[in-house]
């Protein structure tokens, strides 16, 4: 039978769009994607991209203050956030673009609408318009879950973080995860009153705990009001303003942005009747090589709920293109995978926490924590954390966690030397660059602990 198509893929986020390119210039597939709303999907869109801009915006005031301790003659002047946010959507608009040209250069036939699925080779358009395809996959990413409580819709979440008609001069961010903290972040930096409220009794739940109570002390020193322990009751307005009622008190606030977790976009795509199997916060359940209990139908980044990363998502996209259109059955690889959380101090993290590793028997723990030349010099007290995670037998460095700036950059590079395998002793064997923060990896001789 012939199908209109050998693959569609419904989303243009990061796993679909590179699904589709590989597919289609490398696997010499004829593939159609289907994207409701903005072509490049929640990373390029609302998530990473304009977040790590917003993020660099507000890094300035800091910048402007150390310029000044090193002799400039320096005036900071007001933060312009619609001059901010013209630059950024005329970025978001060229990068739209770019996601659409790669798309059109690969072969594939966009079509901007919303697609559901009929049958296990059918979907259907907005329009009515019904396509077949001999495989279908689904990479619909997720959205922001905000918990039903009263006054519920007087909050942001993140989605709506980029198109603010103005900065508030105060915020409650709710949450202690990756989004929360990054925002709370941010707004300080760009001059708002801040007050973050979590539920737990330290954030960044999952990461390592000497590097989630070094980044809580440097965001309170900072200013954050960081609430622990605490949860949000309800909302209401209160003239110009919003009432926050808490466990423990109530405040006033201008703006309300809730980053409680995310939940994969599956609603209304019709997957229940197909008999796609769906778990419990109702990810799509897949194998290793992103393949539903429906044969001809694959699922890949967010909306499975495996690693909710950018760059895990195109890993799934691709090793999918492979398996199916290419002869090359790849499953992607979700071990070892290194990333960053922009709070200021910058977090970056590859493999087991301290916390994680204890347990899997002897480790050795190595920590350097110093304040780097470059902000102690202009009067600063910020303080960088270097952390290894050592397996006392085999000497393989299992995880390192890095706080301070530039962190991201950091864990990048080492994540190789770790990948590869390497053991506290091919890090103590590499000569040192000096003078950078990053030496300190290589130059921590006795460990601070034998657990
Ligand atoms: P997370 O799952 O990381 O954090 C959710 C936070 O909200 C947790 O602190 C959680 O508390 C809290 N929470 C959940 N439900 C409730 C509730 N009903 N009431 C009060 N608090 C609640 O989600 P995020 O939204 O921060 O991020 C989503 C995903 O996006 C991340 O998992 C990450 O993979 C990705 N991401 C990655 C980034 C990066 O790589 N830098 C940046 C941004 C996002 P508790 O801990 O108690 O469960």
Redesign the pocket.
Known sequence: MGFDYDLFVIGGGSGGVRAARIASAEGGAKVGLAEESRMGGTCVIR??VP?KLMVYASEFPDMIEDAAAYGWQVKAGAFEWPKFRATLETELDRLENAYRNTLKNAGVTIHDARATLLDPHTVQLASGETLTAKHILIATGGR??V?DIPGADLAVTSNEMFHLHALPARAVV???????S?FACILHGLGVQVTQI???AQ?L?GFDDEARGHITAAMTARGIDLRLTC?VTRLDRSGGAISVTTTIGTLETDLVLY????LPNVAGLGLETLGVELGERGQIIVDGYSQTAVPSIYAVGDVTDRM??TPVAIREGHAFADTVFRGIPTQADHSLVA????TQPELGTIGLTEEQAIGNGPIEIYTASFRPMKTLFAGRQDRVLMKLVVDATSRRVLGCHIVGPEAGEMIQLAAIAIKMGATKEDFDRTVAVHPTMAEELVTMRKPARVV
Not at 339 to 342: D, K, Q, R
């Open positions: 998530g990473c977040k922001p879950f918990p709710v949450g202690g995860g990756y989004i929360a990054e979590y539920r737990g954030i739940r949860d980053a409680t977790g995310r909710n990363l990333s960053a959380v922009f």
